[in-house]
């Protein structure tokens, strides 16, 4: 009896000492670049190529429109331009700007107005002949915005496989492009923005009509789930956009996602920066500059992981349960 009770001690007590320690958590960052369909110039795709000497390796999520393809002088190597950028692990994902063109080719009658800028029908004219960049997505209904994001999907399809993230354009993600979303499958948006952090803008009715459609997100607004009709989606909400932000801003969020970390070291704490193609060579400065401060801070610099919307997405479903 004796042996026997010394032999469950050394068993238990192997059991406890080799019990695993809760995992640590990491700043999880998804760097993400809004294909808006306007204009595929050699200076915005250079500017990605050079914004990668900085990155390194990190991964991309491009969430690309898809009229690019679609415009009326649409030349055939579209796709082949886009997939160049695409590198092995990066994500390749749905953006929805409501494009005529895109319209057209969805097999719906274009809807231009109203504005999310203006709130009127004044429109921007980029110069192509094709608008609809800056229209409302709530002009559709959501059998619209089905076959939008249909025909998206298929144009992207000719340049690689397409995750279900998805991005609105204007970060609209009206509850009736949820339901489309939902409908079409997808699993996860990453439209939700602090309205506020546009303060860069004059765009007044822009900022009130985000704050209709995201009233409670900041800066520091973790992963969430939405309801999507009969499905949920998970909202990976961003952070901050780099048109819009200063280098020191671009800093501060991930020292404050840091912060969180300290307090709270068994959760991965997400944070989404997004900038744009078409705006890259003008503000690509600020973030090199923040990613080179923020990588200069070894406390911080160990914690950072880098992934891609659905990598985090991942992650983030596993936080949530």
Not at 11 to 25: D, I, N, V
Not at 87 to 101: F, M, T
Not at 233 to 261: C, G, K
């Amino acid at each position: 009896m004796r042996a026997l009770w010394l032999l469950l001690v050394v068993l238990f007590g192997a059991c406890s000492s080799t019990a695993p320690t809760p995992a640590k958590g990491k700043i999880v960052v998804a760097m993400t670049i809004d294909w808006e369909g306007d204009d595929l110039s050699k200076e915005n795709l250079d500017a990605v190529d050079d914004l990668r000497k900085t990155l390194g390796a990190v991964p991309l999520t491009h969430f690309v429109s898809a009229a690019y393809a679609t415009k009326q002088h649409a030349k055939s190597t579209v796709p082949a331009a886009i997939a160049r950028e695409v590198r092995p692990g990066d994500e390749l994902a749905v953006h929805l700007h409501a494009w005529q063109s895109l319209a057209r080719a969805s097999g719906l009658a274009p809807k231009v107005e109203p504005s999310f800028l203006t709130g009127t029908d004044e429109v921007l004219q980029l110069g192509d002949g094709d608008v609809g960049f800056d229209t409302d997505l709530d002009a559709y209904d959501v059998p619209a915005l089905r076959a939008m994001l249909v025909e998206s999907r298929k144009e992207l399809e000719k340049v690689g496989p397409v995750s279900k993230s998805f991005r609105a354009g204007g970060y609209l993600a009206t509850p009736k492009m949820l339901l489309a979303l939902g409908d079409e499958g997808y699993a996860v948006d990453s439209s939700a923005i602090d309205p506020h952090r546009l303060h860069d803008l004059d765009d007044d009715q822009w900022q009130q009509r985000l704050s209709q459609v995201w009233p409670r997100i900041d800066a520091t607004t973790q992963p969430f789930y939405l309801r999507a009709g009969p499905v949920q989606l998970l909202e990976l909400p961003i952070a901050l956009v780099v048109d819009y932000a200063s280098t020191a801003e671009l800093v501060s969020v991930i020292e404050v996602a840091h912060a969180h970390l300290v307090q709270d070291p068994g959760h991965d704490v997400f944070v989404v920066v997004a900038f744009h193609l078409e705006t890259l060579s003008d503000f690509s400065g600020r973030l090199v500059d923040a990613i080179t401060t923020v990588r200069a801070n070894s406390a911080i610099a160990g914690e950072l992981m880098y992934a891609t919307v659905d990598e985090a997405a991942e992650l983030a479903r596993f936080t949530l349960q």
